[in-house]
């Protein structure tokens, strides 16, 4: 079991960044593939990212390469997403997910977090 919290969320005007922290409970941390997903208002979940659990191997959605960094911290159980030149398009409620198992981008990971909310501003 993993329980998952993001925290980082905030307003941020156009241009400017945020780093987004997925801190985890349990001592099994670094047994789990990470994965960063945002949902906008009437929009459906969409992936952003994922981290393999020992950090080597990342992916990110095409329309974020560039901007956005995925990183974990195993020995602080904690993963991050670091986002840079947001846009207002980027506003969602960004949630991270867990699993054992490799998912990539689809839905289909064990466990998640509440979700931080991004709002940028033009």
């Known amino acids: 079991q993993v329980q998952l919290v ?8 156009a241009g400017g960044s945020l780093r987004l ?10 047994s789990y593939t990470i994965g960063w997903f945002r949902q906008a208002p009437g929009k459906e979940r969409e992936f952003v990212a994922w981290i393999s659990s020992g950090g080597g191997r990342t992916t990110y959605a095409d329309s ?3 901007r956005f960094t995925i990183s ?3 020995a602080k ?9 947001l ?14 198992f490799w998912h990539g981008s689809s839905l289909n990971y064990d466990y998640w977090g509440q979700g931080t909310q991004v709002t940028v501003s033009s």
Do not use: I, W
Request: with cysteine; glycine share 10%.
């Open 6 to 13: 993001e925290s980082g969320g905030g307003l941020v005007q």
């Open 21 to 30: 922290s997925c801190a985890a409970s349990g001592r099994t941390f670094s």
């Open 64 to 66: 974020r390469k560039g």
């Open 72 to 74: 974990r911290d195993n």
């Open 77 to 85: 159980n904690t993963a991050y997403l670091q986002m840079n030149s």
């Open 87 to 100: 846009q207002p398009e980027d506003t969602a409620v960004y949630y991270c997910a867990a699993d054992r």
